[in-house]
């Protein structure tokens, strides 16, 4: 069976405990993490997450709902979505 997976993606300027706070929500909503890459460049955060859905306590929409919340707490911008409305978003 196929997994179901979410994009996420965080962009901002960089503060101590971006990472944690993201990962830390992401565990207690029993939200996998398959795939993370980020990067700091000139002070400026950028993290792309792959994520399993299969198991989440909560839908996506409130899922999103709270790493808004955790972006604005952060200073960054957190957007969650579904892979394939990722991938026909960012098709060339």
């Known amino acids: 069976m196929e997994k179901t997976k979410v ?9 101590v405990g971006i990472i944690a706070a ?4 992401l565990a207690q909503e029993q939200i996998n ?12 955060f950028n993290m ?3 994520v399993d859905f ?3 306590l909560l839908q996506l929409e409130d899922v999103q709902k ?7 707490d952060k200073g960054v911008q957190i ?6 409305i990722f991938e026909m978003m960012h098709r060339v």
């Open 7 to 15: 994009i996420i993606t965080v962009v901002g300027k960089d503060t």
């Open 33 to 44: 993490i398959l795939d993370i890459s980020q990067t700091i460049v000139n002070g400026y």
């Open 79 to 84: 957007k969650c979505q579904k892979e394939e």
């Open 54 to 56: 299969d198991r989440a």
């Open 48 to 50: 792309m997450m792959i």
């Open 22 to 25: 993201v990962c830390t929500y």
């Open 66 to 72: 709270s790493l808004d919340q955790i972006g604005r």
